[in-house]
T-cell receptor
Framework: AQSVTQLGSHVSVSEGALVLLRCNYSSSVPPYLFWYVQYPNQGLQLLLKYTTGATLVKGINGFEAEFKKSETSFHLTKPSAHMSDAAEYFCAVSAYSSASKIIFGSGTRLSIRP | GAGVSQSPSNKVTEKGKDVELRCDPISGHTALYWYRQSLGQGLEFLIYFQGNSAPDKSGLPSDRFSAERTGGSVSTLTIQRTQQEDSAVYLC?????????????FGSGTRLTVV
């Protein structure tokens, strides 16, 4: 079974500051990991994903995440926050199986201060 | 279609009425998923379709909830005798084969309000 814990339901940073959204996972098999973003009144959009290979994954809008097996973490970062980054971010985990569904964390709301 | 289409976008219904929510996935996507997002909560898995069959319906909260998929395409989520706790945004997603490889493409959701 898989599960995801997102640390911090709300994160606020200044424009231009580093963005760090924390995610820890639990999985009994090698995980596939995802970050999704949800802008107000919209559906979820895939930011990036890790399946196999390179542990540092780059996504859209300048975001990246690093898979750290030893820490069971998949934190999302962006060097310099922009006002347009304000949104809800969801970390998610899955496993390659015959009934593969993605399990989502409870989300982190990112606010950007001018 | 170009994206996952859900209808209606908003639905207000009276307690005790039945509602049907529709999802039209991306053409060629064999996997289809329903999730529920309550206010301030994460996404709660409801049911997964591969083609027309549902290998995992473990997330359906009660027997008032049912879903079907026909022709390997459109899916309908039906809630019978709606209750106020059913109020939420219902999200549909589709994926080419296994979601774990490709991730999902989500629709914009149906916001259900039970009054």
């Amino acid at each position: 079974a898989q599960s995801v814990t997102q640390l911090g339901s709300h994160v606020s940073v200044s424009e231009g500051a580093l963005v760090l959204l924390r995610c820890n996972y639990s999985s009994s098999v090698p995980p596939y990991l995802f970050w999704y973003v949800q802008y107000p009144n919209q559906g979820l959009q895939l930011l990036l994903k890790y399946t196999t290979g390179a542990t540092l994954v780059k996504g859209i809008n300048g975001f990246e995440a690093e898979f750290k097996k030893s820490e069971t973490s998949f934190h999302l970062t962006k060097p310099s926050a922009h006002m347009s980054d304000a949104a809800e971010y969801f970390c998610a985990v899955s496993a390659y199986s015959s009934a593969s569904k993605i399990i989502f964390g409870s989300g982190t709301r990112l606010s950007i201060r001018p | 279609g170009a994206g996952v289409s859900q209808s209606p976008s908003n639905k207000v219904t009276e307690k005790g009425k039945d509602v049907e929510l529709r999802c039209d996935p991306i053409s060629g996507h064999t996997a289809l998923y329903w999730y529920r997002q309550s206010l301030g909560q994460g996404l709660e898995f409801l049911i997964y379709f591969q083609g027309n069959s549902a290998p995992d319906k473990s997330g359906l909260p009660s027997d008032r909830f049912s879903a079907e998929r026909t022709g390997g395409s459109v899916s309908t989520l039906t809630i019978q005798r709606t209750q106020q706790e059913d109020s939420a945004v219902y999200l549909c997603a589709s994926s080419y084969d296994r979601a774990s490889n490709y991730g999902y493409t989500f629709g914009s959701g149906t916001r259900l309000t039970v009054v």
